[in-house]
């Protein structure tokens, strides 16, 4: 990395601290919403079964979402680190 190698290392743990800070309030904040629409969709009109079966199946879509990125980021972070 060159002449960023200091502030990359400077940066490196708060930034994974706050990755992971906010990985785990992504899953219990979806994780809720998920179980919310789950309930509502069991006691709700067939109207109402419908569009609370779209938005869990947009928040499990999400989760999924948080998962995939940090995982991307440290790939691409491990190549990083290899190659520099």
């Known amino acids: 990395m060159g002449q960023f190698q200091s502030i990359y290392d400077l940066l490196k743990t ?8 906010l990985i785990a309030i992504a899953v219990i904040g979806a994780g809720a919403m998920g179980m ?3 309930i509502r969709e069991m006691f709700g009109n067939p109207q109402e079964d419908q569009m609370f079966s779209q ?3 947009k ?12 995982t991307i980021i440290k790939i691409i972070q491990g190549y990083l680190e290899i190659s520099g």
């Not at 708060?14 to 992971?20: E, K, L, R, W, Y």
């Not at 928040?59 to 940090?70: D, H, Q």
Request: hydrophobic letters at 45%; glycine letters at 0%; charged letters at 10%.
């Open 36 to 38: 919310y629409y789950k």
């Open 59 to 70: 928040v499990f879509t999400a989760l999924i979402y948080i998962f995939l990125i940090p």
């Open 14 to 21: 708060p930034v994974n601290d706050a990755c992971t800070f």
């Open 55 to 57: 938005k869990t199946t």
